[in-house]
């Protein structure tokens, strides 16, 4: 059974996750990484990469590698990096999806994806201090502005006008651009910052506290099942960041959301049902129905952010106890601890499903385990008498 203490942690992260995903995930031959693995872990062949897979595991090699020093995570991530800048169109943007020689496959100019490859430049930056990662994240940002600004606030899905718009990937965005303005200092990222969170407080949440998910053009909630749909996962990601928000710039206003957010997660966004593990839904509607009872890993990992937040920001001493408990439940219901491998998403009863297991959820885990790693006690120093 996995020492669950913060060495305990510290030691399988470092010493069985990080290892086996570099092994499992790069791949050596034709460029970049594995997108997909089979529930038991074979590999998913794909006949080019997407820059979103590529982004997340570039973050997340860079951010184990500047934390540890480890030399292994660090030569994975300037594959990804480099890998990223051979993807750089013409125009300046990463493709969302291209061959491993870096042509486009699929040539569309994605907010999404764009928001990670941003995310990833902060990080490998951090890392390495390439300079090549602040050329590649302004030159998204430019493109980001000149292309995809939209009316009413925000940006476009995509250079083809896609809708509905989302909150998704702006949240994302605001992710990326804290993470560039700690590693930059430049004001233009902080700034940017800001535009989201304002947009955040005007149009996607609401005075009862709750994250939408689909919005039209005017950021008005859109029609039906989709305009009604919460996703608790999302809602403790934004409390993460809108509490780092508040560290960065000051911002009350941000304090207040993460605050509102964070009390309608925990009264519906926790499955309370009998003979249920108290697990993180995936869809619930605005007055708590649940809408659907199924529980990925990844709305897992942003509960456990969403409480790091609480015990640094707020000094919630339910969210202190609360932590260890649901890292525990994580490691029960999703996490192989010989492998690195997990389930994707469980029934309400607990069950895996037989999904795929895309590897850019790594990202999510690793970071989940950064911040729990960064916030909880070390363990005491037993002296013998």
Known sequence: MLDLSPDGLERWTYGTLIPAWIARAVDRADGGFVEEFTADGRPVAAPDRGALTTARLTYTFSHAGRLRGDAGALEAARHGFALLLKAQTANGYVAKRFRPDGSASVPRRDLYDLAFVLFACAHYYRATGEAAAIRLAEATMDGIESELTAPHGGYAEDDLGTLPRRQNPHMHLLEAFHALAEAT???????????????????????????????????????????????????????????????????????????????????????????????????????????????????????????????????????TSRLPGHLALIFRYFVDTSTGLWHNQLDRAGTPLPVVLPSRVLYHLFLCLAEALRVLPPAPVRVAS
């Open 185 to 319: 200092g430049n004001q233009r990222w902080l700034d940017a910052a800001g535009r989201i969170v304002r947009l955040a407080a005007e149009r996607f949440i609401d005075a009862n506290g709750t994250l939408g998910e689909y919005f039209d053009t005017i950021w008005q909630p859109v029609a039906g099942a989709p305009g009604r749909l919460r996703e608790p996962g999302h809602q403790f990601e934004w409390v993460w960041l809108l509490y780092h928000h508040r560290r960065l710039a000051g911002c009350e206003t941000a304090r207040a959301l993460a605050e509102g957010l964070h009390r309608f997660g925990l009264a519906h966004g926790i499955d309370g049902a009998p003979g249920c593990a108290p697990l993180v839904l995936d869809g619930i509607e605005p007055d708590g129905a649940v809408v659907a009872a199924t529980k990925l890993l990844w709305p897992q990992t942003e509960f456990v952010k969403a409480l790091a937040a609480r015990i640094e920001f707020a000094g919630d001493e339910a969210a």
